[in-house]
Structures are given as structure tokens and as C-alpha cells.
């Protein structure tokens, strides 16, 4: 590996921790919204998407330039493609953000002041879960990136109870139906962030381990 | 292009399109088995995934050789690029397949008998989605895949109105919420669907035509 090519991956590793920076403030704030019912929080974290999707695309020619530029094989080679994959879950997990900031503002105008679900250990679980499939990516480490798999588990585990709570509290008070269905599209919101973490992180234990074990973590 | 090239370009092509051909009849078939109640139907989309998920993984070991051995640069690596990423999106198309069979078996537990959104409608226009921006890739046709976030629109509006008749049906008959709820469910799963298809005329459009349309078409 030259010189010059190592500084173009140190390069794309920092761009990619800045992406994730940027889409785990947007996600932060976003929860944030839903929980204060903060209609102007909403609305940046709408705002902040352009942005979001420009860094994605310069992501993307980086690792283009970076292929044509230096012709990488083998392991090198297998990291630019994981990079530019990781960057396009990463830009969806900002999408997502943007749906739960857009849902947040339907809350504003339903009825109910409080949060029935565990959307909070939810919500924290899944940044910690985007946190960590970066960082594996990053270190290039494989065990790191199989405790995100556990950690979705979770994550089903908690969507599903959110599901079963609004199925009982709908057939007990019908009115609160745009409520709870609201809310639940946020738990579901997250499900799928998690899912992008998810296979982040199946993308980096085939880079490390070379396995395919892709499509054997989540089933 | 060498000869060599050549062959190795029309060989993905031809891959691409059967792995979509795994996925369009998986879906099909997972529409049916929600409309039929059919749950050995249902079972057997939840098996074919493995071999999706299998042909995946090939396409993207192909494109990775083709990237080592032939080293394309300018058009010839982002049309390798885009087939990388086309590729995972239609291997995320059959996930959602899964998940619309999942439902399926769950309509079977619950009570009503007919399906009072515009599924059929919906699922036929997602395949015809999907397809099309398929063919757009294949072609090499950016008007074509440009036609996909037009339809992509319409599916949003049938998606927002199976939302919209879930809450005044609830509200009417709060006994039929699972029932509802489920069936809501695959409204999202086929929205989802779309726009995946959305994602790939985007990358379509964008191999095409060298500009940076990608985060215009969809918003």
C-alpha cells in the first residue's frame, strides 16, 4: 500500500465518521422532537437532510476517484466498496431521522402528553448500535461488529412490544388510533435504523473475516 | 472495453436480471399468499430467500473480481459501482418480500375476510416499479428510470389513503385493530419496496447522465 493511498483511505475513514456524526445529531434531535413535541427542532433536523445527502454523494466520488485513481485489490479494494456501501446506509439512516422528525410534528396535533413505549432506551439503543458498526468499521474489528447483531435483538424485542401495546391501548380508547399508530411508526422507524446498523456491521465482519456471513446474523 | 470486458459486463446483466427474477416472483407470490390467505405459499417465499440472499453474495463476488481484474475506470467503473449497489437494493426488495409473507401468516389468525385497501393496485404498480427501473439499468435509459419516481409518487398517495382508512376503521371497529395494523403493515412494506426501486432509477439516472441527481427525484 503506498503512501499516498493510505492517506486516501485515513481520508475516506474520517469523512465517513463525519457522515455518521452529522446523521447521529439528526437522529438525536429528532427523538428529541418527538419527546419535547418541538416542532422547530423537527424542522432542522428536515432542513439538516440536504446536507446530509451532499457529503453522501461526495462519499461516494471519493471512493470512486480512489478506485480509478489507485486500482486497489483484494483487501483494499473489498474496504472501498464496504466504505461506499456503509455510506449509503448511513444517508438512509438519515431519511429515517428525517421520518421520525416528520412524525413528531403529527404528534404536536394528537392528543396524548406522554410516551406509552420504551422509545427513549430504544432510541438510545439504536445510536449506541450505529455508534458501534462505525467504530468497527474504523478499527476494523469483527467482534465489536457481531455485538451489534445482539444488540438488534433487542431492538425486535422492544418493536414488537410497541406493537402489542398499541394493539391493546387502540382497542381500549379507539379514538387515540392516529396517536398510538404515530407512534408506532417511529418505533418502527427506529426497527430500521437499527437494520441499517445491522448490516453495517455484517459488512465489516466480511471485510475483516473475509466469511461470507452476511444474511447469517439477522434473520 | 476489451472483448474480455465485454462478456464480464454482460454477465452481470444477466445475473442482475435473474436475481430480479427471483424477486419480482417472490413478491408476487407474497402478495397472493396475503390475498389468498395462503400460508404454504407464504412459507415458501420465506424459503426462497436463502437463494436470494446466496445470489447476492455471487453477484457481489463478481463484481469485485471484475473490478480487480479489469481495473475499469470513468463509465465502465460507475456502471460496476451502480450494479454493486442495484444489487443490494434488490436483495432488500426480496427481505421485504419475507416480510410481507410474515403478515400474510399473521391475516390468517385474524378475522376479516377481504381487504379493504388498494393493495392489488399497489403491489401491481411496486412490481411494475421495480421492474422498469431494472430495465432502465439493463438499457441503460435514464427517461425510462425517470418514469419511476413519477410512479413512486402515486404509490406514496395509496399508501397515505391505506393509512387514512386504517384509522377510521379502527376507530369504527376497535376489535379489527390487529387486523388493520397488519394490513398496514404490508401498505409500508410495498411503499418501502417502491422505494428501493426508486433508489436504483435514481443510481440509473445518475450512471447515465454523469450528474448528480441522486436526493432530487424522491423527497
Known amino acids: 500500500m503506498t503512501k499516498h493511498f493510505e492517506n486516501q483511505i485515513e481520508s475516506l475513514k474520517k469523512k465517513i465518521l463525519h457522515l455518521t456524526a452529522m446523521v447521529e445529531q439528526s437522529l438525536t434531535e429528532a427523538v428529541r422532537s418527538v419527546r419535547d413535541r418541538d416542532i422547530a427542532l423537527a424542522d432542522k433536523v428536515i432542513a439538516a437532510d440536504e446536507s446530509i445527502d451532499e457529503f453522501e454523494v461526495e462519499v461516494e466520488e471519493d471512493c470512486l476517484k480512489t478506485l480509478a485513481l489507485y486500482q486497489p485489490v483484494a483487501s483494499d479494494l473489498r474496504f472501498i466498496i464496504a466504505v461506499l456501501k456503509i455510506n449509503n446506509d ?130
Open 90 to 219: 448511513i444517508e438512509r439512516i438519515g431519511d429515517l431521522a428525517v421520518n421520525i422528525a416528520q412524525r413528531a410534528k403529527s404528534l404536536v396535533t394528537l392528543k396524548s402528553e406522554d410516551n406509552p413505549f420504551e422509545l427513549p432506551e430504544m432510541s438510545e439503543l439504536t445510536l449506541a448500535m450505529v455508534k458501534k458498526s462505525i467504530d468497527a468499521l474504523i478499527k476494523m474489528d469483527a467482534g465489536l461488529a457481531r455485538e451489534v447483531g445482539t444488540m438488534d435483538d433487542r431492538i425486535d424485542d422492544m418493536h414488537k412490544n410497541a406493537y402489542r401495546t398499541a394493539e391493546s391501548e387502540i382497542s381500549k380508547s379507539p379514538k387515540l388510533v392516529g396517536y398510538y399508530i404515530n407512534l408506532l411508526g417511529i418505533s418502527r422507524y427506529l426497527e430500521r435504523i437499527a437494520d441499517h446498523a445491522t448490516n453495517i456491521a455484517e459488512d465489516v465482519v466480511y471485510l475483516v473475516e473475509g466469511n461470507i456471513i452476511r444474511h447469517q446474523i439477522v434473520e
